[in-house]
């Protein structure tokens, strides 16, 4: 038996050996045909010369090949109808005639395959993309062929899968089942390759497949290992092996981060790079800063770098009282104790406090302690009134507190240290006035007169704001001589009174030159 596709040429061979002299006569029968369907007459000439005579049924599509070796004879354009058993008579001269039976089978090569997907739509080219680690059908269904064509599944050049089923009449399927497939798989070409018969090439259909690809690797390049508080630094993230392009979102300590983001791709996206632009802020420090990268469309499986952040500032400083109430009530004779709270990085290597923006000092016999980060003031006076602050160096820089406004209650004091002196007749009256300063300002007043005849009490403690007021008269020449002012608040009494003196008009300047010689000027 001999095969041949349909469509294309026979070859029936004739298995015998000819000579010039030997064959006279040589049909070709069909077993449907009564009459022969070719004749190669050779009587009365060579093999060469021999007249042929194709019948009506076969036409020019015979020829009978006698150089071949055997002769064969050629059917070109095969149809079905030419499958059958085929008789070669040949008749020679000398010997009795040889009969030589073959049969032909007609293949008839199967229909382009039908490529599928698990939902029924049908594939072709770049197919996709599918998920990496997914799992994945696909069918092949090939129609007609005689005999059933084999339909296997091939990835690139090698045979993946043979296994077929005939599912009805005339229709062959394979389906294809890649489980969990990798990335090695991108744009892989599966084909689906039909054939019954090694004559004629294989019925193909392919297509490629394209995948969604996980990130392979994200890592933070190049963090500095110290980082300024105040200055710009860049912080780039690389993500490798995504497809479509990674998306990176950056996160400091657990909050994401949105402005100062840009992002460039290379190597058509599967790198990517990812810059952060941040200005660190000294409460950065030690926290987290996270680069995370994901495929836009598998945003669950994500990969991520994190570096801690180490970031130097120059000393912030504080200053408050201990305890903070205290602020609402020192009074003069108690201990104050002022706390300068320092936060800085490296730590510091240099301490100090300013009083009015002067240098301060320790001086024990004043009562001025500087302890670590403490300042003690001992006995604190009216004179440690004012504005406090601290002052601390590290190797980034230096930092100052706000002034720190200390208030002291004190008891009244004069507000001038000279006394006033009133020249006036015995029947003039003068209005002596006592100005101290004290804290509170809510001040009681007591005045007496300091006579030649003694002390009197001329008005026990009446309540006035900042000064005291006494209308005086001297009214007799016992009434000249001096004023007395003591001022009293909740802090206590004024130890030194503040003096008025009252002298006869026209005799002022003897008080002055007693104060004058007093004080040793003549």
């Known amino acids: 038996m001999v095969e041949a596709v349909l469509g294309g040429t026979a070859s029936?061979?004739?298995?015998?050996t000819l000579e010039d002299d030997e064959a006279t006569l040589i049909l070709w029968y069909r077993s449907d045909l009564r009459n022969p369907i070719y004749t190669l007459d050779v009587r009365n000439t060579s093999l060469r010369n021999a007249r042929r005579f194709p019948s009506s049924e076969i036409g020019n599509r015979a020829n009978f090949d006698i150089a071949a070796q055997p002769p064969t004879l050629l059917i070109s354009n095969v149809t079905t109808s030419d499958a059958r058993d085929y008789r070669c008579r040949v008749d020679l001269r000398r010997y009795r005639t040889l009969i030589l039976h073959t049969r032909l089978r007609v293949i008839v090569p199967p229909n382009e395959p039908i490529m599928m997907d698990e939902h029924g739509q049908h594939l072709h080219g770049i197919v996709g993309p599918y998920d990496e680690g997914s799992t994945l059908t696909f069918i092949c269904e090939v129609d007609g062929g005689d005999p059933y064509p084999n339909v296997t599944w091939w990835r690139g050049a090698v045979?993946?899968?043979e296994d077929f089923n005939i599912i009805k009449q005339r229709f062959v399927r394979n389906e294809l089942v890649l489980?969990?497939?990798q990335r090695t798989e991108l744009m892989m070409e599966y084909t689906c390759n039909a054939s019954n018969t090694h004559l004629a090439k294989p019925i193909v259909a392919s297509f490629q497949l394209d995948l969604n690809l996980l990130p392979l690797e994200t890592k933070i390049l190049g963090l500095p290992l110290i980082l300024l508080a105040g200055n710009d630094h860049e912080f780039t993230c690389e993500t490798r092996g995504s497809r479509p392009r990674a998306l990176t979102t950056w996160?400091?300590?657990g909050f994401k981060m949105t402005s100062g983001v840009?992002?460039?791709?290379r190597e058509g996206g599967n790198v990517t790079f990812s810059t952060l632009r941040l200005t660190p802020k000294p409460e950065d420090n030690g926290k987290k800063l996270v680069c995370k990268s994901a495929n836009p469309v598998l945003p669950k499986a994500t990969i991520e770098d994190e570096r801690i952040l180490r970031v130097h500032f120059a000393p912030i400083v504080n200053v408050s009282l201990i305890p903070s109430?205290?602020?609402l009530g020192i009074r003069e004779g108690s201990d104050v104790y002022l706390e300068c709270s320092i936060w800085a990085n490296p730590w510091i290597f240099e301490i100090a406090w300013q009083f009015e923006d002067r240098p301060i000092v320790a001086d024990l016999s004043a009562g001025i302690i500087i302890s670590n980060q403490t300042l003690i003031i001992q006995n604190v006076k009216k004179d440690n009134r004012g504005r406090y602050r601290c002052h601390a160096a590290n190797i980034v820089g230096h930092g100052y507190s706000k002034r720190l406004h200390l208030l002291v209650q004190f008891a009244p004091v004069c507000s001038s240290r000279e006394p006033k002196t009133y020249g006036i007749s015995v029947t003039e009256t003068v209005n002596a006035t006592c100005e101290v300063e004290a804290d509170p300002q809510e001040v009681s007043y007591r005045w007496s007169l300091d006579s030649p005849?003694?002390?009197?009490?001329?008005s026990n403690w009446s309540k006035a704001p900042h000064r005291g007021f006494l209308n005086y008269s001297p009214l007799t020449g016992n009434g000249y001589g001096t004023l007395l002012c003591w001022g009293r608040n909740s802090v206590g009494t004024q130890k030194e009174p503040c003096l008025v003196n009252i002298v006869l008009a026209?005799?002022?300047?003897k008080i002055f030159e007693k104060l004058f010689s007093f004080n040793g000027f003549g």
Do not use: A, K, M, Y
């Open 453 to 458: 005849l003694g002390t009197l009490v001329l």
């Open 251 to 253: 996160w400091l300590d």
């Open 506 to 509: 026209g005799e002022e300047s």
């Open 159 to 161: 045979l993946f899968d």
């Open 262 to 265: 840009s992002d460039v791709s």
């Open 179 to 181: 489980r969990r497939v």
């Open 325 to 327: 109430s205290s602020q």
């Open 12 to 16: 029936i061979p004739c298995n015998v």
